[in-house]
């Protein structure tokens, strides 16, 4: 059986992540940048994917979390002779840690620490090279640490026991072993460390090492310190900020879906996607996410990678960009790993790169709309951008398109698509007005949202159903349909769009989960769970219809879904509650936080009548 993802934390630097187990091994890292080949990649394959693992000898029972304001995991293992625990991070390359001399690229640190009585250790450490399609050849060098290379990429083993504990398998020269044993207030440190230079740079652990972990969590205190939201779920929503701050590659600004690839949407499935690269379509809510928590630095960079990434595309837009903003993003899958839960094929790269999705010219461009609040004038580059983008909703709004949702089957006129293309020209329009740009195209704009928004109401909208429809004259839903009213297209309390909100809830729910649709043939087999931020709109709109009791039923029902770590996926199986889909996922927590403020917001206007909150 394959862990639940629910019993992993994700641990990461903010440029590469890996997801440490409730057991203690790392079972998915990438490095040295999110979509690297996988080093250990156990989740995808116990037996061909490669694992770090340290955990007690014989057995044992275990909890996870993270140390509170962090994203530094802790493992508490308990067993019949003591208590100990192992703390997991990547290390935070912080300016007081730059001032002790030079470091690796990144550098993992493990750190075993008893806490009662006497724990005995295993550890295994059998990393891969490419995903497990081949074996390193591992190098003893003693005190200098378990050493392989592969191309110009370095990585090296360290650790505080002595060079005869850290034994090398000579058979195969692929696996290396220790036991060891801690008692009240003795650590034992490794560091898994990569390096692309020669000389490799190793870290010193027996005199710096705990030293380095403490600068890594007062690091993400002073990060999380910095939140300005202090309202209802707060912790939920400052777990969800941390979570993202993860998924940010920090020397671009990008933000990735998620740190994994492949992990099924339904068991046995072949929905298995390469979420570790950067959609325009998250721009939107993503940029309002981080200005609502008050991280203006990360907004700003943010906008700043969409400006540079589009650079080879413009005017037009990709659906899809790497965090270096190449547009080619090549998909093939990795024949010889199992797959999560046997949910084969597994795959590296997307598709979705060579998609037309109309939507993401208006999520850009509202992305745009809200950081404009930041800055008093746009550069000449960035106008040009920006009204390019205009251009292109002008000429192609009448096009059939893949959707939000990346269908692979036939184009459709997909009714979100349409709503997001008046969303683009309303934003430019106000753009346009607030920073006086006379070469903008006003009247042009003005009409063509005035034929967008007709096409939508006369045929978007099935007047037999009484609701928005998926695509223009259809007679089916789509839960993307709940961001009309969080865009601004219309108020969650027009009529239209009450009973477009009741016909959702009763035909797309399953044990009071939301799928994103049902029965629409979007060119795959199989089924897929309810859709984590297809809950969460939901969630905005029964705040903002007064129905408080039921979206915050329904908040607290998706949290507990997450386990002890607060991550959450893409989707949830609506029976068991388990998480699937990539894990953790972006979109998820930045839905997460939006709810929690349309939750808020209702709870500061009338607390009196809203005591359940």
Known sequence: MANRLSDYALIGNARAAALVSNTGAIDW???????????????????????????????????????????????????????????????????????????????????????SGTVQFKLEYAPVIYYGKESPNLQDRKKLGIHFTWKEHSYTLLSTLPPSQLILDKNTATIANAKFSVSPGQQVIFSFSYCNQSPVILPELEKTGWERMRQTITFWKDWIGKCSYNGLYKDEVKRGALALKLLTYAPSGAIIAAPTTSLPEQPGGERNWDYRYCWLRDASFTTRALLKLGYEEEAQ??????????????????????????????????????????????????????????????????????????????????????????????????KSDNGIWEIRSANLHHTHSKAMAWVGLDRLIKLAQKYNWTDAPLAKYKSITASIKKAIEETGFNKKLNSYAHELNGDKLDASLLTLPL??????????????????????????LLYRYLNLEDGLQGKEGAFGICNFWLIENLARIGEIEKATQLFETIIKCAGPTGLLSEEIDPDTHALWGNYPQGFTHIGLINAAYALNEVHLKAPAHHAYL
């Open 29 to 115: 890292c990438c490095l040295p940048d999110f979509d690297s080949p996988a080093l250990f990649a156990a989740i995808l394959d116990k037996d061909k994917g490669g694992h770090f693992s340290i955990s007690p000898i014989g057995n044992y029972s275990s909890e996870q979390r993270y140390l509170p304001d962090t994203n530094v995991a802790e493992t508490i293992f308990e067993t019949e002779t003591g208590k100990a625990r192992l703390l997991d991070a990547f290390v935070a390359q912080t300016e007081d840690a730059k001032k002790q001399g030079l470091f690796p690229d990144h550098e993992v640190l493990r750190i075993v620490e008893g806490i």
């Open 301 to 398: 960079a943010y906008m700043n990678w969409i400006l540079h990434a589009t650079r080879l595309t413009r005017p037009k837009l990709q659906v899809v960009y790497s965090v270096f903003g190449h547009a080619s993003l090549p998909e093939q899958t990795l024949g010889w790993l199992n797959g999560y839960a046997d949910s084969k094929p597994v795959r590296v790269g997307n598709g979705a790169d060579k998609q037309f999705q109309l939507d993401v010219y208006g999520e850009v461009l509202d992305a745009v709309y809200a950081y404009a609040a930041l800055v008093t004038a746009f550069d000449r580059d960035a106008k040009k951008f920006v009204l390019g983008l205009g251009e292109i909703i002008c000429e192609n709004w009448e």
């Open 487 to 512: 865009v601004g297209y219309c108020k969650a309390t027009d009529p239209r769009m009450i009973s477009t909100i009741n016909l959702i809830q009763e035909r797309l729910t399953s044990n009071n």
